[in-house]
């Protein structure tokens, strides 16, 4: 089945603890994305990543890392988390290369920091 | 000013009926536009592409106006089934897309 695989879907940690969110996808696609979602700020883009070792920040990065070294996963990465890192966190992959398709999405990660 | 915006609602309607949904965006170069349905903060799925044609997918249509930077969506004969948020999605460029708040549909008996 064709999927986008978020691990952990539900986290409370507490701050300055680092956690890493893990996303997979077994479509081969080539753009990644990572959201989160936040009342009454809808889906803000945290980082994108066109490709294998190439990433770029979305509207929000700050506090965030990412990395592309497989097609399949793109991990989003929290060095330091604090409370305002509490959100709905989003991973998306899209079919065409150019980044113009259709998002699928995970799950969602509910991430809460104490 | 948000780069796309929605009326978040929330749009209460009967069952039956024919309701609206536009988003306006203001970045002009903007390639791709899509509709997106989201269930009580699950993840959004696709809706429907909003084409220069326009679109229809049995009772939603889509519009484009590029002249005026707005998408609209039409649903007609409302079931209860599309209760849902419907999220905006205006992608510039190949890796940034830009998402409206939502607007949330209740459909009643």
């Given at each position: 089945?064709?999927?986008v695989t978020q691990?952990?879907?539900y986290l409370?940690?507490?701050?300055?603890?680092?956690?890493?969110?893990?996303?997979?996808?077994?479509m081969?696609?080539?753009y990644?994305?990572?959201?989160?979602?936040?009342?009454?700020?809808?889906?803000?883009?945290?980082?994108?990543?066109?490709?294998?070792?190439?990433?770029?920040?979305?509207?929000?990065?700050?506090g965030?890392?990412?990395s592309?070294?497989?097609?399949?996963?793109f991990?989003l990465i929290?060095?330091?988390?604090?409370?305002?890192?509490?959100?709905?966190?989003?991973?998306?992959s899209?079919k065409?290369g150019?980044g113009?398709?259709?998002?699928?999405?995970?799950?969602g990660?509910?991430?809460?920091?104490? | 000013?948000?780069?796309?915006?929605?009326d978040?609602?929330p749009?209460?309607?009967p069952e039956?009926?024919?309701?609206?949904?536009n988003?306006t965006?203001?970045?002009?170069?903007?390639?791709s536009?899509f509709?997106?349905r989201?269930?009580?903060?699950?993840e959004?799925?696709?809706?429907m592409?909003?084409?220069s044609?326009?679109?229809e997918?049995?009772?939603?249509?889509?519009?484009?106006?590029?002249?005026?930077?707005y998408?609209?969506l039409?649903?007609?004969?409302?079931?209860?089934?599309?209760?849902?948020?419907?999220?905006?999605?205006?992608?510039a460029?190949?890796?940034?897309?830009?998402?409206?708040?939502?607007?949330?549909?209740?459909?009643?008996?």
């Amino acid at each position: 089945e064709a999927q986008v695989t978020q691990n952990p879907r539900y986290l409370i940690t507490v701050t300055g603890k680092k956690l890493t969110v893990t996303c997979s996808q077994n479509m081969n696609h080539e753009y990644m994305s990572w959201y989160r979602q936040d009342p009454g700020l809808g889906l803000r883009q945290i980082y994108y990543s066109m490709n294998v070792e190439v990433t770029d920040k979305g509207d929000v990065p700050e506090g965030y890392k990412v990395s592309r070294k497989e097609k399949r996963n793109f991990p989003l990465i929290l060095e330091s988390p604090s409370p305002n890192q509490t959100s709905l966190y989003f991973c998306a992959s899209v079919k065409q290369g150019t980044g113009t398709g259709e998002l699928f999405f995970g799950e969602g990660s509910r991430l809460t920091v104490l | 000013r948000k780069e796309v915006e929605q009326d978040p609602g929330p749009f209460n309607v009967p069952e039956g009926a024919t309701v609206a949904f536009n988003c306006t965006y203001s970045n002009s170069a903007s390639q791709s536009f899509f509709w997106y349905r989201q269930d009580c903060r699950k993840e959004p799925k696709l809706l429907m592409s909003v084409y220069s044609s326009g679109n229809e997918d049995g009772r939603f249509t889509a519009q484009l106006n590029r002249a005026s930077q707005y998408i609209s969506l039409l649903i007609r004969d409302s079931k209860l089934s599309d209760s849902a948020t419907y999220l905006c999605v205006v992608r510039a460029n190949a890796g940034k897309s830009t998402f409206g708040d939502g607007t949330t549909l209740t459909v009643k008996p």
